[in-house]
């Protein structure tokens, strides 16, 4: 019975993640989440009291299942993680509708920093491991750098949706790095990072 219940909620934080992409917190109803998900009325309020509930735990859980590049904490691996989810925020419903509803809580109410919190977290660190291994120049302030980088990424990722549907967004991380790396990186540093790699196969 448990493990029904945790799959069955699982399709609902699907279903729901691919209308809130698709059109919106107040155009995906849930009736059309229950008719997605195929539940009964039932099963989603046992999972979710109301609609407001759901779309905080897509914008909380849009983490879940990312598998993030492996290899040696540093900046490479920073690169290649931003790099990664470029590649997510194109094709991962739970993502995309979780960054979407991130921006846009305050329709359903909601005033939470969290997944921005647990983003920065996740790049600060990798510059921790960046500082120890002699990659950041001296006056670089991780934990501030870290929430920099998040907010300079949502604006990117952000422009390039309204834009492009996020068709450019590997690009435009691209260039947010090449700006970005000389200001934080030593010298010695930058000639060694690259813009391709695991994230490349990752997203293949």
Not at 64 to 70: F, H, K, M, Q, Y
Not at 121 to 134: T, V
Request: aromatic share 8%.
């Amino acid at each position: 019975m448990q493990e029904r219940a945790v799959k069955t909620r699982e399709r609902i934080l699907y279903a729901a993640s691919e209308l809130f992409d698709e059109c919106g917190f107040s155009a995906a109803s849930i009736s059309k989440i229950m008719k997605r998900a195929r539940v009964t009325r039932g099963a989603m309020f046992f999972h979710f009291p109301s609609k407001e509930a759901l779309a905080h735990a897509v914008m909380i859980e849009q983490g879940n299942g990312l598998e993030l590049p492996s290899g040696e904490d540093g900046l490479q691996r920073l690169v290649d993680i931003t790099l990664y989810l470029a590649g997510e925020l194109q094709t991962n419903p739970l993502l995309r509708a979780g960054v979407r509803l991130a921006i846009e809580q305050g329709v359903f109410g909601a005033r939470d920093d969290s997944p921005y919190r647990y983003w920065a977290e996740e790049f600060a660190g990798q510059l921790r491991a960046a500082r120890k291994k002699g990659e950041l120049l001296p006056e670089v302030d991780v934990e501030e750098l870290a929430w920099m980088l998040v907010g300079s990424y949502s604006g990117t990722q952000l422009l390039s949706q309204i834009s492009v549907g996020r068709a450019d967004l590997h690009q435009r991380v691209t260039v947010l790095w090449r700006y970005l790396l000389p200001g934080i990186a030593v010298p010695a540093v930058l000639p060694l990072v690259t813009f391709s790699g695991q994230w490349d196969r990752a997203a293949a």
